[in-house]
């Protein structure tokens, strides 16, 4: 059912249990779902250098 899409909660209610967190140990995040998240992150422009410390003129 997660893979399907389907909320942990909904899985919880599904399975009878009380909380999310007893489903969530059984789990296991598929690599291509963590690749998929990862490039639907915006890109970010990191600088090569901090001008953090340097002093004003």
């Known amino acids: 059912m997660i893979d ?3 909320p942990t909660i909904v899985v ?3 399975l009878r249990h009380s909380d999310t967190q007893s489903v969530e140990k059984y789990v296991r995040v598929k690599e ?3 690749s ?3 490039r639907g992150l915006p890109s970010v422009r990191v ?3 901090s001008a953090r410390g340097q002093r004003r003129p």
């Open 36 to 38: 998929a998240a990862i």
């Open 4 to 6: 399907a899409g389907v």
């Open 12 to 14: 919880a209610a599904a």
């Open 47 to 49: 600088p090569l250098a």
């Open 32 to 34: 291509a779902a963590i």
